[in-house]
Each structure stands twice: as C-alpha cells, then as structure tokens.
C-alpha cells in the first residue's frame, strides 16, 4: 500500500502562484509514476502531470510552460510548481502514485485550489 498526502492548495489571485507538495509512504519503492490530475466542478478528472521514476515528464498542454513538477527523493515528496495561474486552473488537485511492478493506482484525497479573477 501507498499513502498520499497533498497540501499547498488555497486561494489565489489570477497571475498568481502556488506550490502543491505531495508526501507518499508505505510501498513507496514499487512505484515507478507520480504524477497530478485535477478535477473542475461538473469536469472529468484530467491529468495535469506526471513524472517518471527515471526523471523524466509530461505535461498537459494547458499547463506547459506554467507548471513544473518535480521529485525529492530523500523526502518522498513530490511537487507541483504553479505559475501565471489561471481561473481555468481552479479545481481539486490529487496526488497519484501508479505500480506499473503490480499494477496499482494510489490516490490522495485531494487539496482545493481556487483562482479568483
């Protein structure tokens, strides 16, 4: 099992920033992706990015270029660096952790984020 734990989100204006932290523990090591998916009142989960466990990402397009994630390893943390934030960018923000070894999805419980105008 995996457990994961969001924090960092809150209110904030538009061209604003915010950083989310994500600390996982448990089975951490037969986890291979990471990553952030966001979900908007009366929208699908959609992911926002992901990071693979040798280093490298992806992003989706409407947040390339503003949004960086990144990994601390020592901390078993991993981060979402929030920039130029938009009011399309308010929705829920979960951590994921994916067990490619045993198939396995792990969810946070999520943390809010909202962009005023």
């Known amino acids: 099992q995996v457990q994961l734990v969001e924090s960092g989100g809150g209110l904030v204006q538009a061209g604003g920033s915010l950083r989310l932290s994500c600390a996982a523990s448990g089975s951490i090591w037969s986890v291979n992706v990471m990553g952030w998916y966001r979900q908007a009142p009366g929208k699908q989960r959609e992911s926002v990015a992901l990071i693979i466990s040798g280093g490298s990402t992806n992003y989706a397009d409407s947040v390339k270029g503003r949004f960086t994630i990144s990994r601390d390893n020592a901390k078993n943390t991993v981060y979402l660096e929030m920039n130029s934030l938009k009011p399309e960018d308010t929705a829920v923000y979960y951590c994921?952790?994916?067990?490619?070894?045993?198939?396995?999805?792990?969810w946070g419980k999520g943390t809010l984020v909202t962009v005023s105008s």
């Open positions: 994921h952790a994916y067990s490619e070894q045993y198939g396995l999805s792990y």
